[in-house]
């Protein structure tokens, strides 16, 4: 029990005194994260618009499909990434294999099918009170889309938070591809496992503070956005 008091005083002095390590591997987190947030993004939110928009044949398959990838386990994406980047796989000549570029493409692949879902929610609702006027308008199928996604744009910046709690939180995925290499790979949630494993505690403790305030800071945000919008403000 000593130990672990002295663990949180530790973490909490790291965190406070701002130690070079932690500061890094934050700093790295987020670079990782927020690089695969905004390509995620900007793939998933015209997706989302599309499918609330254009009807097509294979539309509602689409979105199950969609939904379905929402819960695709990320050690699986992580060993497709895997193999897709391996010396013997179709990228392996790129070099991508145990580089933030490969934890990129892995957090991108987790995270378009979410931000897509729960974007989708909302542009659907909101294309069943634009369709009649938009249709009237005889507008362009891109105009239709942007204009939903401009005014859905805290539902949409909602669903970006989702993504970014869910890709500072990952570990599966980007310790297969990433592979926990220390000045270079390293992120919050595999500095934690790995340090946990060690038995330094302070460490995986100052990390674990951050990632929680992290967190919290996203989940801020989000309770923020929602009370905007209920109150009809923004």
């Known amino acids: 029990m000593g130990d672990l008091w002295a663990g949180l005083a530790q973490g909490f002095w790291m965190v406070a005194t701002l130690d070079p390590e932690l500061v890094e591997i934050t700093l790295r987190s987020l670079r990782v994260t927020l690089t695969a947030l905004l390509i995620a993004s ?73 931000i897509a879902s729960v974007a989708h929610q909302s542009l659907r609702d909101l294309w069943s009170e634009y369709h009649d006027l938009l249709i009237a308008m005889n507008v362009t199928p891109w105009q239709k889309i942007t204009t939903l996604m401009w005014d859905a744009r805290r539902a949409l910046i909602t669903a970006a938070l989702a993504g970014f709690g869910r890709g500072i939180g990952e570990v599966g995925a980007i310790m297969i591809v990433g592979g926990n290499i220390d000045h270079a790979t390293r992120v919050l949630t595999t500095a934690i496992a790995l340090e946990t494993g060690r038995g330094d505690f302070a460490l995986a403790l100052g ?11 996203v989940n801020l945000v989000t309770h923020w956005l929602g009370q905007t919008e209920r109150e009809g403000r923004w």
């Open 42 to 114: 900007a793939i998933a939110f015209p997706l989302a618009a599309l499918l609330a928009v254009k009807r097509f044949r294979l539309r509602r398959l689409t979105i199950a499909i969609l939904n379905a990838l929402m819960g695709l386990p990320p050690v699986v994406v992580g060993l497709i990434v895997y193999i897709l980047l391996s010396r013997s796989g179709p990228f392996g000549v790129l070099g991508l294999l145990f580089t933030p570029s490969a934890m990129v493409i892995a957090q991108v692949i987790i995270l378009v099918p979410l």
């Open 207 to 217: 990390l674990g503070f951050v990632l929680i305030a992290l967190a919290l800071a």
